[in-house]
């Protein structure tokens, strides 16, 4: 049963429409526990978004590093092309087993890693200074590339709690809202409209299973 990204809208707005509504004295203890499930979820998401919100902006510091990467590999091709070390076809042909293009779509850990491999290979061929300056652009920005990858394992930890913390309450909010809706059926009996006023929205109770809106019946179920 995953959390949907409207589960604490509809869950507020059933708060609302149950404060709105005068309540059966035997709803009110339901209510209470369904209140207290739906202040935990709130807190639980609205947390879990922070923590997305600095994991993302971590990833994305790793991604603007591994463009700029990705863009002084290219320079280094030029210039070993130019140096004419290597055919312009095949410019990391003897230095490296990867071509400019594959050391890009590697993984961002692995491709600094290769690019180390690299520019340690270029450095020991003794190549002119301009190669030189190239390469070893290619060694900071591949430093950089690994320095934001280490700096992202933190949020992305806290993200993954921040989820595993945020779903771990879903099932209780379910079940508390299942048997808050069960006990109204009974409870608004002689009342159906009531009972609509309030759950007039499809909930998760419902869909969970598949299932469609209750049809309003002329004598509600009895609660359990």
Not at 172 to 180: C, I, N, S, Y
């Amino acid at each position: 049963m995953p959390f949907r990204s409207t589960d604490v809208a509809e869950g507020a707005a059933l708060v609302e429409r149950l404060a709105a509504t005068k309540l059966p004295s035997e709803l009110k203890a339901y209510v209470a526990r369904f209140k207290v499930a739906q202040s935990g979820l709130e807190k639980a998401a609205a947390l879990a978004e922070t923590a997305r919100a600095l994991r993302d902006r971590a990833l994305a510091a790793v991604s603007q590093a591994d463009a700029s990467a990705d863009r002084a590999l290219d320079a280094l091709a030029n210039k070993m092309a130019g140096a004419e070390m290597a055919k312009r076809t095949s410019p990391f042909a003897g230095f490296s087993v990867h071509t400019p293009s594959q050391l890009a779509a590697l993984p961002y850990a692995a491709e600094a890693k290769e690019v180390a491999r690299l520019v340690a290979s270029v450095k020991r061929a003794k190549p002119e200074a301009s190669v030189l300056k190239a390469a070893e652009a290619c060694a900071k920005a591949a430093t950089e590339v690994a320095t934001k990858l280490k700096a992202l394992a933190g949020p992305q930890a806290e993200y993954s709690k921040a989820l595993a913390t945020r779903d771990a309450l879903l099932p209780d909010w379910v079940a508390a809202q299942d048997r808050l809706e069960r006990k109204a059926i009974g409870a608004w009996a002689d009342d159906p409209p009531a009972f609509e006023s309030v759950f007039r929205s499809t909930t998760r109770v419902e869909t969970r299973s598949g299932k469609g809106r209750r049809k309003k019946a002329a004598t509600p179920a009895a609660p359990e």
